[in-house]
C-alpha cells in the first residue's frame, strides 16, 4: 500500500476545516496511520517547501505556513498519492472543480486549505520530515475487504 503526506495548512485550521478534510479521506477509504498537530517553523517550512525557494510567491509560502498551527498526516492506501490529490483538486482553488477540497473551499491559490504529496518520492521525503517511523501506526482494518476487491 502506498503512502501519502497530507497537511491540513493553517487556514484550514483556522476556517474549522480538519474533521472536513479528514473526513473526505476517510470516507474514500483511505487510512490514516499518523497525526500531528505543530506549528511549524521557518527551517521545516523551508524544508516542506525546498523546491520553491527562489520562486516569486516562497517568501508570502513561508509566511503563510508558518502563521499557524497545522496538522500534519500520513495516510495509505492503493494508489493513495493520485487518489489524494484527486480528492484535493488543483492548486488554483478557483479552478478546482466543484466537489475537490479546493474547489469547495478555496479562493486564492495562496490559501488553498491543504496539501498533499505530489508523488511517492515526495511522499517519502515529506513524511520523513514530519514523523518518526515508529510514530506510523500498523493495524488492520476489517472494511478493508469492502473497498479493496
Ligand atoms: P501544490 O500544493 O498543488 O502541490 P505547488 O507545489 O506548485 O502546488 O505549490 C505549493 C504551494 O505554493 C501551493 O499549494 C500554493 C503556493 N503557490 C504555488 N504557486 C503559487 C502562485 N503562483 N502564487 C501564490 N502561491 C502559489
Ligand atoms: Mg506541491
Redesign the pocket.
Known sequence: MERTFVMVKPDGVQRGLIAEIIGRLEKKGYKLIGLKMLTLTPETAALH?A??AGKP?YP??ISFITSGPVVAMVWEGKNAVKGVRTLMG??NPTEAIPGSIRGDYGID??R?VV??S?SPVSAQREIAIYFKEEELVDYQRDMDKWIYE
Request: proline letters at 0%; a negative charge; zero cysteines.
Open positions: 517547501y523546491e520553491h510567491f508570502g509560502l488543483i492548486t491559490m495562496g488553498n496539501h498533499g505530489d
